[in-house]
Protein backbone atom coordinates (compact mmCIF):
# COMPACT_ATOMS: atom_id res chain seq x y z
CA UNK A 1 0.00 0.00 0.00
CA UNK A 2 1.47 3.49 -1.25
CA UNK A 3 1.60 5.88 1.67
CA UNK A 4 1.20 9.63 1.32
CA UNK A 5 3.34 12.14 0.93
CA UNK A 6 2.28 13.83 4.93
CA UNK A 7 3.00 9.99 6.15
CA UNK A 8 6.78 9.98 4.57
CA UNK A 9 7.31 13.63 5.06
CA UNK A 10 6.93 12.68 8.92
CA UNK A 11 8.31 9.06 9.18
CA UNK A 12 10.70 8.78 7.03
CA UNK A 13 11.93 12.16 5.87
CA UNK A 14 13.66 14.46 7.81
CA UNK A 15 11.90 18.35 7.23
CA UNK A 16 13.99 21.59 7.18
CA UNK A 17 12.71 24.64 6.62
CA UNK A 18 15.73 26.41 4.38
CA UNK A 19 16.45 29.84 6.21
CA UNK A 20 17.12 32.74 4.51
CA UNK A 21 13.84 32.79 2.16
CA UNK A 22 13.33 35.81 0.78
CA UNK A 23 10.32 38.19 1.70
CA UNK A 24 8.93 37.68 -2.10
CA UNK A 25 9.19 34.20 -2.34
CA UNK A 26 5.76 32.14 -3.01
CA UNK A 27 5.20 29.25 -1.32
CA UNK A 28 3.84 26.22 -2.63
CA UNK A 29 0.21 24.93 -1.19
CA UNK A 30 1.97 22.65 1.54
CA UNK A 31 5.35 24.62 1.48
CA UNK A 32 7.58 22.49 0.14
CA UNK A 33 8.61 24.84 -2.54
CA UNK A 34 8.56 28.26 -3.58
CA UNK A 35 9.09 30.41 -6.52
CA UNK A 36 9.87 34.56 -6.57
CA UNK A 37 6.40 35.41 -7.53
CA UNK A 38 3.69 33.88 -8.68
CA UNK A 39 2.73 36.06 -11.92
CA UNK A 40 4.23 38.17 -14.35
CA UNK A 41 3.92 39.12 -17.58
CA UNK A 42 5.13 36.58 -21.05
CA UNK A 43 7.74 35.62 -21.28
CA UNK A 44 7.78 34.83 -17.26
CA UNK A 45 10.60 32.98 -15.99
CA UNK A 46 10.07 30.99 -12.63
CA UNK A 47 12.80 29.70 -10.57
CA UNK A 48 12.33 27.48 -8.03
CA UNK A 49 13.41 26.50 -4.39
CA UNK A 50 13.03 23.70 -2.52
CA UNK A 51 11.58 24.75 1.40
CA UNK A 52 12.64 20.81 2.63
CA UNK A 53 15.81 18.54 3.13
CA UNK A 54 15.21 15.39 1.04
CA UNK A 55 17.22 12.05 0.96
CA UNK A 56 19.52 12.38 -1.72
CA UNK A 57 17.77 9.30 -3.14
CA UNK A 58 14.57 10.89 -3.80
CA UNK A 59 14.36 12.87 -6.94
CA UNK A 60 12.50 15.79 -7.38
CA UNK A 61 10.53 16.30 -10.67
CA UNK A 62 8.27 19.24 -12.24
CA UNK A 63 5.47 19.21 -14.45
CA UNK A 64 4.68 23.33 -15.93
CA UNK A 65 2.17 23.40 -18.45
CA UNK A 66 0.68 20.01 -18.56
CA UNK A 67 2.90 17.76 -19.83
CA UNK A 68 2.73 14.51 -19.75
CA UNK A 69 6.55 13.58 -18.41
CA UNK A 70 8.08 15.21 -15.66
CA UNK A 71 11.38 17.36 -15.97
CA UNK A 72 14.23 17.44 -13.36
CA UNK A 73 14.28 21.00 -14.44
CA UNK A 74 13.56 23.89 -11.57
CA UNK A 75 13.11 26.60 -13.80
CA UNK A 76 10.64 27.38 -16.50
CA UNK A 77 10.00 30.31 -18.78
CA UNK A 78 5.89 30.92 -19.82
CA UNK A 79 5.42 32.26 -23.04
CA UNK A 80 1.33 32.07 -23.52
CA UNK A 81 -0.87 34.22 -20.80
CA UNK A 82 -3.54 31.67 -18.98
CA UNK A 83 -3.11 30.10 -15.79
CA UNK A 84 -1.34 26.71 -15.03
CA UNK A 85 -0.34 24.87 -11.91
CA UNK A 86 3.61 24.14 -11.07
CA UNK A 87 3.35 20.62 -9.75
CA UNK A 88 6.49 19.05 -7.37
CA UNK A 89 6.50 14.79 -7.45
CA UNK A 90 9.04 13.07 -5.13
CA UNK A 91 10.14 9.86 -6.08
CA UNK A 92 8.40 7.76 -8.89
CA UNK A 93 5.06 8.14 -6.81
CA UNK A 94 2.78 10.41 -9.16
CA UNK A 95 0.48 11.14 -5.63
CA UNK A 96 3.37 12.37 -3.27
CA UNK A 97 3.04 15.68 -4.63
CA UNK A 98 2.43 19.73 -4.43
CA UNK A 99 1.01 22.44 -6.61
CA UNK A 100 1.51 26.24 -7.01
CA UNK A 101 -0.55 28.69 -9.13
CA UNK A 102 0.61 30.40 -11.32
CA UNK A 103 -0.84 33.49 -13.63
CA UNK A 104 0.92 34.68 -16.80
CA UNK A 105 -0.48 38.19 -18.37
CA UNK A 106 0.11 39.63 -21.37
CA UNK A 107 2.85 42.40 -21.12
CA UNK A 108 0.00 45.53 -21.93
CA UNK A 109 1.51 48.66 -22.65
CA UNK A 110 -0.17 51.13 -19.54
CA UNK A 111 -2.06 54.32 -20.55
CA UNK A 112 -2.40 57.09 -18.44
CA UNK A 113 -2.76 61.12 -18.90
CA UNK A 114 0.04 63.85 -18.02
CA UNK A 115 -1.37 66.49 -15.89
CA UNK A 116 0.40 69.58 -16.38
CA UNK A 117 0.45 72.35 -13.67
CA UNK A 118 2.02 75.60 -13.40
CA UNK A 119 5.52 75.86 -10.99
CA UNK A 120 6.73 72.88 -13.51
CA UNK A 121 4.99 70.76 -11.84
CA UNK A 122 2.78 67.77 -12.61
CA UNK A 123 0.78 64.58 -11.89
CA UNK A 124 -0.19 61.63 -13.22
CA UNK A 125 -3.67 60.23 -13.73
CA UNK A 126 -3.90 56.18 -14.50
CA UNK A 127 -6.48 55.73 -16.94
CA UNK A 128 -5.45 51.76 -17.32
CA UNK A 129 -7.29 48.77 -16.05
CA UNK A 130 -5.30 46.43 -16.59
CA UNK A 131 -2.70 46.29 -13.59
CA UNK A 132 -3.57 46.42 -10.34
CA UNK A 133 -1.65 49.43 -9.40
CA UNK A 134 1.52 51.64 -11.88
CA UNK A 135 4.34 52.93 -10.71
CA UNK A 136 5.25 56.16 -11.80
CA UNK A 137 8.78 57.51 -12.51
CA UNK A 138 8.94 60.93 -13.06
CA UNK A 139 13.05 60.51 -12.80
CA UNK A 140 15.15 58.00 -12.62
CA UNK A 141 15.63 57.99 -8.82
CA UNK A 142 11.91 59.19 -7.97
CA UNK A 143 8.56 56.75 -8.45
CA UNK A 144 5.12 56.96 -6.55
CA UNK A 145 2.77 54.17 -7.06
CA UNK A 146 -0.35 54.82 -7.73
CA UNK A 147 -3.76 52.49 -8.43
CA UNK A 148 -6.54 52.00 -10.84
CA UNK A 149 -7.53 55.50 -11.60
CA UNK A 150 -5.98 57.97 -9.22
CA UNK A 151 -3.84 60.57 -9.83
CA UNK A 152 -0.52 60.69 -7.89
CA UNK A 153 0.66 63.40 -6.13
CA UNK A 154 2.40 66.47 -8.01
CA UNK A 155 5.86 66.69 -8.99
CA UNK A 156 7.72 69.64 -9.09
CA UNK A 157 10.57 68.99 -12.17
CA UNK A 158 13.97 71.33 -11.61
CA UNK A 159 13.51 72.86 -14.61
CA UNK A 160 10.98 74.03 -17.24
CA UNK A 161 10.98 72.39 -20.87
CA UNK A 162 10.91 68.31 -21.80
CA UNK A 163 10.78 65.74 -19.27
CA UNK A 164 10.54 62.24 -19.49
CA UNK A 165 7.41 60.12 -17.57
CA UNK A 166 7.25 56.52 -17.40
CA UNK A 167 4.79 54.63 -16.22
CA UNK A 168 4.80 50.64 -15.51
CA UNK A 169 2.37 48.08 -14.85
CA UNK A 170 2.45 45.44 -12.07
CA UNK A 171 0.00 42.94 -10.90
CA UNK A 172 0.07 41.77 -6.83
CA UNK A 173 2.56 39.11 -6.03
CA UNK A 174 3.91 39.58 -9.84
CA UNK A 175 7.10 39.94 -10.93
CA UNK A 176 8.76 43.01 -12.58
CA UNK A 177 8.39 42.20 -15.98
CA UNK A 178 5.15 43.78 -17.14
CA UNK A 179 4.39 46.26 -19.88
CA UNK A 180 5.69 50.11 -19.59
CA UNK A 181 4.98 53.18 -21.16
CA UNK A 182 7.74 56.22 -21.63
CA UNK A 183 5.77 59.75 -22.76
CA UNK A 184 7.42 63.44 -22.90
CA UNK A 185 6.41 65.86 -21.14
CA UNK A 186 6.96 69.68 -21.15
CA UNK A 187 7.51 71.53 -18.12
CA UNK A 188 6.10 74.93 -17.39
CA UNK A 189 6.42 77.76 -15.18
CA UNK A 190 3.40 79.57 -15.45
CA UNK A 191 0.37 79.03 -17.91
CA UNK A 192 -0.21 81.57 -20.49
CA UNK A 193 -3.95 82.26 -21.45
CA UNK A 194 -4.46 81.14 -25.40
CA UNK A 195 -5.56 84.36 -27.73
CA UNK A 196 -8.33 83.63 -30.59
CA UNK A 197 -7.21 85.60 -33.38
CA UNK A 198 -9.58 85.50 -36.02
CA UNK A 199 -13.04 82.97 -36.65
CA UNK A 200 -14.46 82.99 -39.83
CA UNK A 201 -17.71 81.16 -41.04
CA UNK A 202 -18.02 79.40 -44.16
CA UNK A 203 -21.31 77.59 -45.43
CA UNK A 204 -20.81 73.90 -46.63
CA UNK A 205 -24.25 73.66 -48.06
CA UNK A 206 -28.33 74.31 -47.38
CA UNK A 207 -27.93 72.70 -43.76
CA UNK A 208 -24.41 72.45 -43.03
CA UNK A 209 -21.30 75.04 -42.46
CA UNK A 210 -17.96 75.11 -40.35
CA UNK A 211 -16.25 77.70 -38.25
CA UNK A 212 -12.66 78.15 -39.13
CA UNK A 213 -10.74 79.04 -35.99
CA UNK A 214 -6.69 80.66 -35.74
CA UNK A 215 -4.49 80.71 -32.07
CA UNK A 216 -1.91 81.54 -30.79
CA UNK A 217 -1.36 79.12 -27.92
CA UNK A 218 1.87 78.15 -26.30
CA UNK A 219 3.62 74.97 -27.49
CA UNK A 220 3.10 71.54 -25.67
CA UNK A 221 -0.07 72.80 -23.72
CA UNK A 222 -3.00 70.56 -23.42
CA UNK A 223 -5.70 73.69 -24.18
CA UNK A 224 -9.58 72.60 -24.58
CA UNK A 225 -12.09 74.72 -27.21
CA UNK A 226 -15.19 75.47 -25.57
CA UNK A 227 -17.79 76.20 -27.42
CA UNK A 228 -21.82 78.34 -26.49
CA UNK A 229 -24.72 78.33 -28.89
CA UNK A 230 -26.50 82.04 -29.30
CA UNK A 231 -27.57 82.85 -26.29
CA UNK A 232 -26.70 80.27 -24.19
CA UNK A 233 -23.63 81.34 -21.29
CA UNK A 234 -22.90 77.66 -20.64
CA UNK A 235 -19.92 76.81 -22.58
CA UNK A 236 -19.53 73.29 -23.65
CA UNK A 237 -16.28 71.03 -24.19
CA UNK A 238 -15.96 70.15 -27.91
CA UNK A 239 -12.20 68.66 -28.24
CA UNK A 240 -8.67 69.43 -27.01
CA UNK A 241 -6.50 71.69 -29.13
CA UNK A 242 -2.53 71.47 -29.06
CA UNK A 243 -0.15 73.00 -30.79
CA UNK A 244 -2.96 74.28 -33.55
CA UNK A 245 -2.29 77.13 -35.13
CA UNK A 246 -5.64 76.81 -37.27
CA UNK A 247 -8.70 74.29 -36.55
CA UNK A 248 -11.83 74.08 -38.49
CA UNK A 249 -15.30 72.98 -36.54
CA UNK A 250 -17.67 71.42 -39.06
CA UNK A 251 -21.73 70.30 -38.58
CA UNK A 252 -22.72 73.53 -37.32
CA UNK A 253 -26.05 75.18 -38.20
CA UNK A 254 -24.27 78.42 -39.15
CA UNK A 255 -27.17 79.46 -41.48
CA UNK A 256 -29.49 80.27 -38.61
CA UNK A 257 -27.24 79.90 -34.85
CA UNK A 258 -24.21 81.47 -34.05
CA UNK A 259 -21.80 80.44 -31.85
CA UNK A 260 -19.37 81.98 -29.34
CA UNK A 261 -15.64 80.59 -28.35
CA UNK A 262 -13.12 79.97 -25.70
CA UNK A 263 -9.72 78.10 -25.05
CA UNK A 264 -9.09 77.28 -21.67
CA UNK A 265 -6.16 75.10 -19.72
CA UNK A 266 -6.23 73.42 -16.55
CA UNK A 267 -3.66 73.92 -13.92
CA UNK A 268 -4.06 70.51 -12.13
CA UNK A 269 -2.49 71.39 -8.93
CA UNK A 270 -4.45 74.50 -8.30
CA UNK A 271 -7.40 73.66 -9.48
CA UNK A 272 -7.99 76.18 -11.37
CA UNK A 273 -8.96 77.05 -14.99
CA UNK A 274 -7.42 79.91 -17.40
CA UNK A 275 -9.52 81.40 -20.34
CA UNK A 276 -8.84 83.32 -23.77
CA UNK A 277 -11.09 85.87 -24.62
CA UNK A 278 -14.55 84.73 -26.47
CA UNK A 279 -14.75 85.45 -29.96
CA UNK A 280 -18.27 84.72 -31.30
CA UNK A 281 -19.46 84.00 -35.36
CA UNK A 282 -22.42 85.73 -36.98
CA UNK A 283 -25.64 84.09 -38.47
CA UNK A 284 -26.87 86.58 -41.12
CA UNK A 285 -29.58 86.80 -43.76
CA UNK A 286 -30.41 88.50 -46.65
CA UNK A 287 -34.14 88.67 -48.29
CA UNK A 288 -34.78 90.66 -51.44
CA UNK A 289 -37.57 92.56 -52.29
CA UNK A 290 -38.47 95.58 -54.42
CA UNK A 291 -35.48 97.98 -54.60
CA UNK A 292 -33.92 96.85 -51.38
CA UNK A 293 -32.25 93.77 -49.58
CA UNK A 294 -33.27 93.39 -46.01
CA UNK A 295 -30.55 92.28 -43.47
CA UNK A 296 -30.47 90.57 -40.57
CA UNK A 297 -28.36 89.04 -37.88
CA UNK A 298 -27.95 87.45 -34.57
CA UNK A 299 -24.34 87.56 -32.97
CA UNK A 300 -23.00 87.62 -29.50
CA UNK A 301 -22.41 90.84 -27.81
CA UNK A 302 -19.05 91.26 -26.57
CA UNK A 303 -17.75 94.89 -25.19
CA UNK A 304 -15.34 96.90 -26.63
CA UNK A 305 -15.82 95.88 -29.94
CA UNK A 306 -16.94 97.59 -33.01
CA UNK A 307 -18.89 95.75 -36.11
CA UNK A 308 -18.97 96.44 -39.59
CA UNK A 309 -21.19 95.67 -42.41
CA UNK A 310 -19.15 94.44 -46.14
CA UNK A 311 -20.89 94.69 -49.19
CA UNK A 312 -19.52 93.26 -52.51
CA UNK A 313 -15.67 93.46 -50.45
CA UNK A 314 -15.89 96.56 -49.50
CA UNK A 315 -16.88 98.65 -46.15
CA UNK A 316 -20.68 99.43 -46.44
CA UNK A 317 -21.75 100.57 -42.72
CA UNK A 318 -20.45 100.60 -39.30
CA UNK A 319 -23.32 99.21 -37.16
CA UNK A 320 -24.17 100.05 -33.55
CA UNK A 321 -24.19 96.69 -31.59
CA UNK A 322 -27.67 97.33 -30.52
CA UNK A 323 -28.40 96.79 -34.22
CA UNK A 324 -30.19 93.71 -35.55
CA UNK A 325 -31.00 94.53 -39.15
CA UNK A 326 -31.11 96.42 -41.86
CA UNK A 327 -32.28 97.63 -45.41
CA UNK A 328 -29.89 97.97 -48.51
CA UNK A 329 -32.11 100.51 -50.83
CA UNK A 330 -28.85 100.53 -53.41
CA UNK A 331 -29.83 97.70 -55.39
CA UNK A 332 -29.82 97.03 -59.08
CA UNK A 333 -32.35 94.49 -60.64
CA UNK A 334 -30.20 91.66 -61.71
CA UNK A 335 -27.20 92.12 -60.34
CA UNK A 336 -26.10 90.48 -57.02
CA UNK A 337 -24.49 91.77 -53.71
CA UNK A 338 -22.87 90.23 -51.48
CA UNK A 339 -22.95 90.94 -47.52
CA UNK A 340 -20.97 89.58 -45.05
CA UNK A 341 -20.23 91.16 -41.11
CA UNK A 342 -16.90 91.76 -39.66
CA UNK A 343 -16.77 92.10 -35.71
CA UNK A 344 -13.13 93.37 -34.18
CA UNK A 345 -12.75 92.81 -30.77
CA UNK A 346 -9.28 94.43 -29.82
CA UNK A 347 -6.85 92.36 -32.14
CA UNK A 348 -9.23 90.21 -32.84
CA UNK A 349 -11.70 89.41 -35.65
CA UNK A 350 -14.74 87.27 -36.40
CA UNK A 351 -16.28 87.27 -40.21
CA UNK A 352 -19.36 85.87 -41.17
CA UNK A 353 -20.61 83.81 -44.22
CA UNK A 354 -20.94 85.94 -46.79
CA UNK A 355 -24.63 85.71 -48.40
CA UNK A 356 -25.55 86.97 -51.51
CA UNK A 357 -29.20 88.07 -53.11
CA UNK A 358 -29.59 89.47 -56.63
CA UNK A 359 -32.22 92.81 -56.97
CA UNK A 360 -35.38 92.15 -58.01
CA UNK A 361 -38.00 93.71 -60.28
CA UNK A 362 -40.70 92.04 -57.93
CA UNK A 363 -40.83 89.93 -55.35
CA UNK A 364 -42.50 89.29 -51.63
CA UNK A 365 -42.14 92.25 -49.92
CA UNK A 366 -40.33 91.56 -46.45
CA UNK A 367 -42.99 90.28 -43.54
CA UNK A 368 -44.12 92.34 -40.31
CA UNK A 369 -41.99 90.87 -37.29
CA UNK A 370 -43.48 93.28 -34.79
CA UNK A 371 -47.40 93.07 -33.91
CA UNK A 372 -48.87 94.17 -30.47
CA UNK A 373 -51.86 92.96 -29.07
CA UNK A 374 -52.48 94.40 -25.90
CA UNK A 375 -56.58 94.42 -24.08
CA UNK A 376 -58.32 97.08 -23.61
CA UNK A 377 -61.29 96.19 -21.86
CA UNK A 378 -63.64 93.72 -23.60
CA UNK A 379 -61.46 95.08 -26.84
CA UNK A 380 -58.18 94.28 -28.38
CA UNK A 381 -55.99 96.82 -29.50
CA UNK A 382 -53.29 95.93 -32.01
CA UNK A 383 -50.55 97.63 -34.03
CA UNK A 384 -47.34 96.60 -35.59
CA UNK A 385 -44.08 98.18 -37.13
CA UNK A 386 -44.31 99.19 -40.65
CA UNK A 387 -42.30 98.51 -43.06
CA UNK A 388 -40.03 101.41 -45.07
CA UNK A 389 -41.90 101.00 -48.16
CA UNK A 390 -45.03 102.55 -48.20
CA UNK A 391 -47.98 99.56 -48.21
CA UNK A 392 -51.51 100.80 -49.74
CA UNK A 393 -53.17 97.75 -47.47
CA UNK A 394 -52.99 95.77 -44.39
CA UNK A 395 -55.00 92.63 -44.31
CA UNK A 396 -55.43 91.20 -40.71
CA UNK A 397 -56.66 88.03 -39.64
CA UNK A 398 -57.99 86.72 -36.33
CA UNK A 399 -58.42 83.07 -34.57
CA UNK A 400 -59.61 82.14 -31.50
CA UNK A 401 -58.38 78.76 -30.02
CA UNK A 402 -57.14 76.39 -32.44
CA UNK A 403 -59.45 77.55 -35.14
CA UNK A 404 -57.73 78.74 -38.86
CA UNK A 405 -56.95 82.51 -39.45
CA UNK A 406 -59.75 84.27 -40.49
CA UNK A 407 -59.34 87.55 -42.77
CA UNK A 408 -61.47 90.09 -40.21
CA UNK A 409 -60.45 93.59 -41.75
CA UNK A 410 -58.13 95.50 -44.05
CA UNK A 411 -57.21 99.26 -43.23
CA UNK A 412 -54.17 101.53 -44.63
CA UNK A 413 -52.71 102.26 -41.17
CA UNK A 414 -50.47 100.40 -38.81
CA UNK A 415 -52.80 99.85 -36.27
CA UNK A 416 -56.62 98.37 -35.13
CA UNK A 417 -58.77 97.84 -32.34
CA UNK A 418 -60.64 94.91 -32.98
CA UNK A 419 -64.10 95.12 -30.67
CA UNK A 420 -65.02 92.40 -27.93
CA UNK A 421 -63.68 89.24 -29.63
CA UNK A 422 -63.69 87.44 -26.23
CA UNK A 423 -60.69 88.50 -24.41
CA UNK A 424 -62.17 86.47 -21.32
CA UNK A 425 -62.46 83.37 -22.80
CA UNK A 426 -59.11 82.41 -24.39
CA UNK A 427 -55.90 83.80 -26.00
CA UNK A 428 -56.59 85.78 -29.33
CA UNK A 429 -53.88 85.05 -32.09
CA UNK A 430 -53.50 87.66 -35.13
CA UNK A 431 -51.17 88.14 -37.76
CA UNK A 432 -51.06 90.61 -40.41
CA UNK A 433 -50.42 91.31 -44.55
CA UNK A 434 -49.96 94.11 -46.86
CA UNK A 435 -49.50 94.80 -50.35
CA UNK A 436 -47.62 97.53 -51.61
CA UNK A 437 -47.77 99.58 -53.94
CA UNK A 438 -45.80 97.97 -56.41
CA UNK A 439 -48.51 95.10 -56.70
CA UNK A 440 -46.19 92.68 -54.32
CA UNK A 441 -47.85 91.19 -51.22
CA UNK A 442 -45.90 90.14 -48.15
CA UNK A 443 -45.04 87.17 -46.94
CA UNK A 444 -46.42 85.56 -44.31
CA UNK A 445 -45.79 87.50 -40.77
CA UNK A 446 -45.91 86.78 -37.25
CA UNK A 447 -48.39 85.35 -35.62
CA UNK A 448 -49.06 87.69 -32.37
CA UNK A 449 -50.74 85.73 -29.54
CA UNK A 450 -52.89 87.93 -26.60
CA UNK A 451 -52.08 87.40 -22.61
CA UNK A 452 -55.26 85.61 -21.28
CA UNK A 453 -55.41 85.33 -17.50
CA UNK A 454 -57.37 83.22 -15.92
CA UNK A 455 -58.06 81.85 -12.05
CA UNK A 456 -56.60 78.59 -12.25
CA UNK A 457 -57.61 77.68 -8.54
CA UNK A 458 -58.84 79.05 -5.45
CA UNK A 459 -58.85 78.30 -1.73
CA UNK A 460 -60.65 80.41 0.28
CA UNK A 461 -59.31 84.27 -0.67
CA UNK A 462 -56.48 82.63 -1.86
CA UNK A 463 -56.25 82.04 -5.71
CA UNK A 464 -53.33 81.08 -8.61
CA UNK A 465 -53.31 82.93 -11.47
CA UNK A 466 -52.19 81.48 -14.96
CA UNK A 467 -51.87 83.29 -17.89
CA UNK A 468 -49.96 81.96 -21.59
CA UNK A 469 -47.06 83.35 -23.02
CA UNK A 470 -47.21 86.40 -25.36
CA UNK A 471 -46.31 85.79 -28.81
CA UNK A 472 -45.91 88.64 -31.58
CA UNK A 473 -42.60 90.50 -30.69
CA UNK A 474 -39.23 89.75 -32.81
CA UNK A 475 -36.78 90.50 -29.95
CA UNK A 476 -39.40 88.68 -27.17
CA UNK A 477 -40.42 89.48 -24.14
CA UNK A 478 -38.51 90.81 -21.13
CA UNK A 479 -40.58 91.22 -18.29
CA UNK A 480 -43.78 90.16 -16.72
CA UNK A 481 -45.69 92.13 -13.93
CA UNK A 482 -48.86 91.41 -12.40
CA UNK A 483 -50.81 94.51 -11.86
CA UNK A 484 -53.66 94.69 -8.85
CA UNK A 485 -56.22 97.24 -9.91
CA UNK A 486 -58.82 98.98 -7.69
CA UNK A 487 -62.64 99.20 -8.42
CA UNK A 488 -61.79 102.64 -10.09
CA UNK A 489 -59.12 100.89 -12.53
CA UNK A 490 -56.17 102.20 -10.05
CA UNK A 491 -52.88 100.71 -9.99
CA UNK A 492 -52.70 99.49 -6.35
CA UNK A 493 -49.09 97.50 -6.72
CA UNK A 494 -47.07 96.00 -9.66
CA UNK A 495 -45.19 92.78 -9.31
CA UNK A 496 -42.12 91.65 -11.84
CA UNK A 497 -42.84 87.70 -11.98
CA UNK A 498 -39.58 85.82 -12.02
CA UNK A 499 -40.49 83.24 -13.80
CA UNK A 500 -43.03 80.74 -14.74
CA UNK A 501 -46.67 81.92 -16.09
CA UNK A 502 -48.62 81.64 -12.67
CA UNK A 503 -48.75 83.77 -9.61
CA UNK A 504 -50.52 82.80 -6.23
CA UNK A 505 -52.69 85.99 -4.96
CA UNK A 506 -54.22 86.04 -1.29
CA UNK A 507 -57.04 88.80 -0.74
CA UNK A 508 -57.71 89.93 2.64
CA UNK A 509 -59.82 92.05 5.07
CA UNK A 510 -58.28 94.88 3.69
CA UNK A 511 -59.78 94.21 -0.26
CA UNK A 512 -63.00 95.84 1.35
CA UNK A 513 -64.04 95.94 -2.67
CA UNK A 514 -63.29 94.34 -5.38
CA UNK A 515 -60.20 94.34 -7.21
CA UNK A 516 -58.66 93.35 -10.12
CA UNK A 517 -55.47 91.79 -12.26
CA UNK A 518 -53.91 92.01 -15.05
CA UNK A 519 -50.68 91.56 -16.84
CA UNK A 520 -48.38 93.96 -18.36
CA UNK A 521 -45.58 92.62 -20.55
CA UNK A 522 -42.69 94.34 -21.75
CA UNK A 523 -40.59 93.10 -24.81
CA UNK A 524 -36.90 93.21 -25.20
CA UNK A 525 -37.15 96.08 -27.51
CA UNK A 526 -34.89 99.78 -26.38
CA UNK A 527 -37.54 101.27 -25.94
CA UNK A 528 -40.06 98.15 -25.25
CA UNK A 529 -42.90 97.05 -26.47
CA UNK A 530 -46.11 97.00 -23.84
CA UNK A 531 -49.01 94.85 -23.76
CA UNK A 532 -51.74 93.98 -21.26
CA UNK A 533 -53.82 90.95 -20.78
CA UNK A 534 -57.57 90.82 -19.57
CA UNK A 535 -58.33 91.41 -16.19
CA UNK A 536 -59.68 89.06 -13.41
CA UNK A 537 -61.74 90.59 -10.84
CA UNK A 538 -62.31 89.18 -7.19
CA UNK A 539 -63.83 89.92 -4.29
CA UNK A 540 -62.49 89.00 -0.17
CA UNK A 541 -65.29 86.75 1.23
CA UNK A 542 -66.63 87.81 4.32
CA UNK A 543 -65.21 85.92 7.54
CA UNK A 544 -65.91 86.89 10.85
CA UNK A 545 -63.30 86.63 13.60
CA UNK A 546 -64.42 85.17 16.95
CA UNK A 547 -61.90 84.86 19.77
CA UNK A 548 -61.33 81.71 21.22
CA UNK A 549 -61.53 83.22 24.53
CA UNK A 550 -61.95 86.46 26.80
CA UNK A 551 -61.40 87.50 30.20
CA UNK A 552 -63.57 89.99 31.73
CA UNK A 553 -61.52 90.98 35.17
CA UNK A 554 -61.82 94.67 34.41
CA UNK A 555 -58.29 95.00 33.23
CA UNK A 556 -59.33 96.67 30.02
CA UNK A 557 -57.83 94.09 28.00
CA UNK A 558 -59.99 91.46 26.38
CA UNK A 559 -62.60 92.21 29.18
CA UNK A 560 -65.50 92.07 26.27
CA UNK A 561 -66.79 89.06 23.71
CA UNK A 562 -66.14 90.83 20.53
CA UNK A 563 -66.64 90.33 17.13
CA UNK A 564 -64.43 91.56 13.94
CA UNK A 565 -65.46 91.30 10.03
CA UNK A 566 -65.61 93.47 6.88
CA UNK A 567 -68.41 93.08 4.38
CA UNK A 568 -71.07 92.44 7.01
CA UNK A 569 -74.19 94.20 6.60
CA UNK A 570 -76.04 92.89 9.51
CA UNK A 571 -75.74 89.83 12.15
CA UNK A 572 -77.17 87.68 15.01
CA UNK A 573 -75.18 86.73 18.00
CA UNK A 574 -76.06 84.10 20.44
CA UNK A 575 -74.70 82.89 23.42
CA UNK A 576 -75.54 79.59 25.28
CA UNK A 577 -74.79 77.68 28.91
CA UNK A 578 -74.16 74.35 28.92
CA UNK A 579 -77.62 73.37 29.36
CA UNK A 580 -78.65 75.13 26.10
CA UNK A 581 -79.62 77.65 27.64
CA UNK A 582 -79.57 81.73 25.50
CA UNK A 583 -77.88 83.64 27.95
CA UNK A 584 -76.73 86.46 25.82
CA UNK A 585 -78.71 88.02 22.21
CA UNK A 586 -77.38 90.81 20.02
CA UNK A 587 -77.60 92.33 16.82
CA UNK A 588 -75.33 95.33 17.08
CA UNK A 589 -71.80 93.98 15.99
CA UNK A 590 -70.55 96.94 18.06
CA UNK A 591 -72.32 94.83 21.42
CA UNK A 592 -70.09 92.18 22.34
CA UNK A 593 -71.05 89.82 25.56
CA UNK A 594 -69.39 91.55 28.58
CA UNK A 595 -69.55 88.01 31.06
CA UNK A 596 -72.67 89.37 32.84
CA UNK A 597 -75.96 87.25 33.09
CA UNK A 598 -78.46 88.72 34.98
CA UNK A 599 -76.43 91.44 35.92
CA UNK A 600 -74.34 88.70 37.78
CA UNK A 601 -70.93 87.64 36.72
CA UNK A 602 -71.01 84.44 34.70
CA UNK A 603 -68.97 81.47 36.06
CA UNK A 604 -65.77 81.02 34.29
CA UNK A 605 -66.39 77.80 31.28
CA UNK A 606 -67.17 77.15 28.12
CA UNK A 607 -70.31 78.61 26.22
CA UNK A 608 -71.62 77.69 23.17
CA UNK A 609 -72.15 80.49 20.99
CA UNK A 610 -74.21 81.19 17.00
CA UNK A 611 -73.49 83.95 14.75
CA UNK A 612 -75.82 84.28 11.32
CA UNK A 613 -74.65 87.16 9.32
CA UNK A 614 -75.77 88.41 6.03
CA UNK A 615 -72.75 90.37 3.72
CA UNK A 616 -72.91 93.47 1.50
CA UNK A 617 -73.93 91.31 -1.22
CA UNK A 618 -77.33 89.96 0.50
CA UNK A 619 -75.88 86.31 1.09
CA UNK A 620 -76.19 84.29 4.36
CA UNK A 621 -73.64 82.76 6.18
CA UNK A 622 -73.83 81.00 9.67
CA UNK A 623 -71.10 79.83 12.30
CA UNK A 624 -70.73 78.22 15.34
CA UNK A 625 -68.44 77.66 17.90
CA UNK A 626 -67.16 77.50 21.52
CA UNK A 627 -65.50 80.17 23.61
CA UNK A 628 -63.94 79.85 26.79
CA UNK A 629 -64.83 82.79 29.98
CA UNK A 630 -62.02 82.99 32.29
CA UNK A 631 -62.25 85.21 35.75
Not at 282 to 297: D, M, S
Request: glycine letters at 6%; a negative charge.
Amino acid sequence: MKKSFEHISLSILTLVIVSGIAQAQQLSNIETFSVPFTSGCTPFTVNITSTINLNSSISRQYTFEGESLPTLDTFHTFNTPGTYDIAQILGQDPFKFDTLEITVYDPVIPDFKINQCSGNEASVTATDNNYDFYKVFFSTTDSVQVNQGETSASYAFGSSGTHQIRVKGFHIDGADNCGESTRSFEAINQFTPAIINTLVVSALDDTEGAIQLNFNMPRDVDYELELAENSDSDFQFIQGVRNNVNLTVSGLQTDSSYYCFRVSVFDACQNQRIYSNILCSTALWVQPNEGYHQLTWRTGILPNSSYELIKDGQSFKILDETMLSLRDSIVFCGVENCYSINIINGASNSISAQVCADGLATTNSPPIIDITASVDGEDVKLSWTPVTMNPELYIIRRSRGKQPLEEIERTGNNSYTDNSPGVNLSPIRYDVFYEDDCGSSSSESVVASTVHLSVASSNGNIHRLAWNRYEGWFAGVANYYLQKLNISGGIVNEEKILSGFTQQVALTNLDNEPVSYRLRVESLDNPAKVAFSNSVTLEFIPDLFFPAAFTPNGDGLNDVLEIHGTFVNSLKLKIFNRWGEMIFYSEDRNRGWDGIINQKKAASGAYIYTIDFVDEAGERFSKQGTVILIR
